[in-house]
Protein backbone atom coordinates (compact mmCIF):
# COMPACT_ATOMS: atom_id res chain seq x y z
CA UNK A 1 0.00 0.00 0.00
CA UNK A 2 0.79 3.92 0.14
CA UNK A 3 1.08 6.03 2.68
CA UNK A 4 1.45 9.53 2.72
CA UNK A 5 3.34 11.60 5.30
CA UNK A 6 2.87 15.09 6.19
CA UNK A 7 4.55 17.95 7.99
CA UNK A 8 5.19 21.38 8.67
CA UNK A 9 1.97 22.80 9.71
CA UNK A 10 2.03 25.14 12.66
CA UNK A 11 0.75 28.64 14.11
CA UNK A 12 1.41 31.86 12.17
CA UNK A 13 0.71 35.25 12.35
CA UNK A 14 -0.71 37.14 9.41
CA UNK A 15 2.00 37.73 6.49
CA UNK A 16 3.81 34.57 7.55
CA UNK A 17 5.29 31.86 5.98
CA UNK A 18 4.96 27.49 6.21
CA UNK A 19 5.97 25.13 4.03
CA UNK A 20 4.01 21.50 4.23
CA UNK A 21 6.07 18.55 3.01
CA UNK A 22 4.32 15.39 1.23
CA UNK A 23 6.37 12.41 1.63
CA UNK A 24 4.74 9.43 -0.01
CA UNK A 25 6.38 5.60 0.34
CA UNK A 26 5.38 2.22 0.13
CA UNK A 27 4.42 0.04 -3.31
CA UNK A 28 4.87 3.19 -5.84
CA UNK A 29 5.60 2.87 -9.34
CA UNK A 30 4.82 5.88 -10.54
CA UNK A 31 2.88 9.22 -8.91
CA UNK A 32 1.08 10.94 -11.54
CA UNK A 33 -0.54 14.00 -9.50
CA UNK A 34 0.15 15.20 -6.47
CA UNK A 35 -1.90 18.11 -4.98
CA UNK A 36 -2.65 20.02 -1.37
CA UNK A 37 -6.66 20.57 -0.18
CA UNK A 38 -7.79 22.10 2.92
CA UNK A 39 -10.61 21.87 5.00
CA UNK A 40 -11.77 24.45 7.40
CA UNK A 41 -14.66 23.81 9.93
CA UNK A 42 -18.11 23.86 8.48
CA UNK A 43 -16.56 24.41 5.01
CA UNK A 44 -16.04 21.86 2.10
CA UNK A 45 -13.00 20.42 1.23
CA UNK A 46 -10.93 22.73 -1.51
CA UNK A 47 -8.54 21.96 -3.96
CA UNK A 48 -5.20 24.75 -3.26
CA UNK A 49 -3.01 23.34 -5.66
CA UNK A 50 -1.68 20.46 -7.72
CA UNK A 51 1.13 19.30 -9.72
CA UNK A 52 1.81 16.85 -12.44
CA UNK A 53 4.59 14.23 -12.59
CA UNK A 54 5.76 16.53 -15.37
CA UNK A 55 5.58 20.15 -13.37
CA UNK A 56 2.27 21.12 -14.63
CA UNK A 57 0.66 23.36 -11.51
CA UNK A 58 -2.42 24.58 -10.99
CA UNK A 59 -3.78 26.79 -7.76
CA UNK A 60 -6.97 27.68 -6.14
CA UNK A 61 -7.44 31.43 -7.00
CA UNK A 62 -7.62 32.28 -3.67
CA UNK A 63 -3.52 31.14 -3.20
CA UNK A 64 -2.12 32.47 -6.62
CA UNK A 65 0.98 34.49 -6.34
CA UNK A 66 1.17 33.59 -2.44
CA UNK A 67 1.48 29.86 -2.90
CA UNK A 68 4.40 27.35 -4.69
CA UNK A 69 3.85 23.77 -5.21
CA UNK A 70 6.40 21.65 -6.10
CA UNK A 71 7.69 17.74 -6.21
CA UNK A 72 11.97 16.93 -5.33
CA UNK A 73 13.43 15.20 -8.21
CA UNK A 74 12.02 11.66 -6.56
CA UNK A 75 8.81 12.87 -8.15
CA UNK A 76 7.47 11.38 -4.44
CA UNK A 77 7.81 13.89 -1.66
CA UNK A 78 6.01 17.17 -2.23
CA UNK A 79 6.07 21.00 -0.96
CA UNK A 80 3.63 23.15 -0.40
CA UNK A 81 5.48 26.71 0.41
CA UNK A 82 2.76 29.13 1.46
CA UNK A 83 3.62 33.28 1.75
CA UNK A 84 2.17 36.40 3.12
CA UNK A 85 -0.36 33.77 4.69
CA UNK A 86 -3.67 35.41 5.73
CA UNK A 87 -6.13 34.60 8.60
CA UNK A 88 -8.54 32.87 6.02
CA UNK A 89 -5.94 30.45 5.15
CA UNK A 90 -6.71 28.52 8.28
CA UNK A 91 -7.44 24.89 7.76
CA UNK A 92 -6.22 21.14 7.81
CA UNK A 93 -4.25 20.56 5.19
CA UNK A 94 -4.08 17.09 3.39
CA UNK A 95 -1.85 15.77 0.98
CA UNK A 96 -3.35 13.77 -2.18
CA UNK A 97 -1.66 11.61 -4.59
CA UNK A 98 -2.63 10.12 -7.31
CA UNK A 99 -0.69 6.74 -7.95
CA UNK A 100 -0.20 3.79 -10.08
CA UNK A 101 0.99 1.05 -7.73
CA UNK A 102 1.25 -2.00 -10.16
CA UNK A 103 0.84 -3.11 -13.97
CA UNK A 104 -2.38 -4.80 -12.91
CA UNK A 105 -4.26 -1.85 -11.10
CA UNK A 106 -5.80 1.57 -12.40
CA UNK A 107 -4.11 3.70 -10.46
CA UNK A 108 -5.50 4.88 -7.02
CA UNK A 109 -6.04 8.31 -4.94
CA UNK A 110 -4.31 8.39 -1.74
CA UNK A 111 -4.43 11.09 0.99
CA UNK A 112 -2.23 11.55 4.16
CA UNK A 113 -3.59 12.35 7.68
CA UNK A 114 -3.89 16.29 7.29
CA UNK A 115 -1.80 18.79 9.38
CA UNK A 116 -3.00 21.80 10.83
CA UNK A 117 -2.43 25.01 9.35
CA UNK A 118 -3.82 28.19 11.76
CA UNK A 119 -3.08 31.80 10.36
CA UNK A 120 -4.22 34.37 13.92
CA UNK A 121 -2.61 37.41 15.29
Known amino acids: QVQLVESGGGLVQPGGSLRLSCAAS????????MGWYRQAPGKEREMVAT???????NYHDSVKGRFTISLDNTKTTGYLQMNSLKIEDTAVYYCNADVRCDMWRRPSSYWGQGTQVTVSS
Open 51 to 57: ITNGGSA
Open 26 to 33: GSILRVNI
